[in-house]
T-cell receptor, first 112, second 112 residues
């Protein structure tokens, strides 16, 4: 079945690294995504990783994919107060109706 | 500047009234989507369209209707049959179904 799980809340201090975790259940997913939602705004695509990759780095963002455990993580280095937002992971299953399935989102709070 | 626009930013609905939310994209995307987001929750798919003059129900279509007469436009009508319409509504589009989705800024619907 399709079910994407995330922890609800993460709090870090400015300058620390943040790690947001996500588990998914559809091993046929071809792409996995991270979106960022600031208060009152739409979702902004942050990054994505193809399922045949283990890691992708983009400036302060590092995505790790463990296909065996169906685990996806997003690491934000040197977290800033502007990184405070809700982060959604999403998978792109290759079965059934091929729509994105979103997690419930992790609210990241960065304190000075 | 390519992107997705949604209007209005805020919308108020009276009891028994139908209201229409606008979504326009100039990205030349074939597929468009409507999601509903309730506080502290993830996204739920209302309707999607993979091509002009075609649309399909998502997970929570009851009380909503859509049309897709033009590639650029995918308006959502919240009918009086939707008893709990207060939510944040997000429109998205992608080149094709299953591909990366890009989101508009959202419309917040409130009931008077």
């Amino acid at each position: 079945g399709e079910d994407v799980e995330q922890s609800l809340f993460l709090s870090v201090r400015e300058g620390d690294s943040s790690v947001i975790n996500c588990t998914y259940t559809d091993s046929s997913s071809t792409y996995l995504y991270w979106y960022k939602q600031e208060p009152g705004a739409g979702l902004q695509l942050l990054t994505y990783i193809f399922s045949n990759m283990d890691m992708k780095q983009d400036q302060r963002l590092t995505v790790l994919l463990n296909k065996k455990d169906k685990h996806l993580s997003l690491r934000i280095a040197d977290t800033q107060t502007g990184d405070s937002a809700i982060y959604f992971c999403a998978e792109n299953p290759n079965t059934g109706f091929q729509k994105l399935v979103f997690g419930t989102g992790t609210r990241l709070l960065v304190s000075p | 500047d390519g992107g997705i626009t949604q209007s209005p930013k805020y919308l108020f609905r009276k009891e028994g009234q139908n209201v229409t939310l606008s979504c326009e994209q100039n990205l030349n995307h074939d597929a468009m989507y409507w999601y509903r987001q309730d506080p502290g929750q993830g996204l739920r798919l209302i309707y999607y369209s993979q091509i002009v003059n075609d649309f399909q129900k998502g997970d929570i279509a009851e009380g909503y209707s859509v049309s897709r007469e033009k590639k650029e436009s995918f308006p959502l009508t919240v009918t009086s049959a939707q008893k709990n319409p207060t939510a944040f509504y997000l429109c998205a589009s992608s080149v094709r179904l299953q591909e990366t989705q890009y989101f508009g800024p959202g419309t917040r619907l409130l009931v008077l």
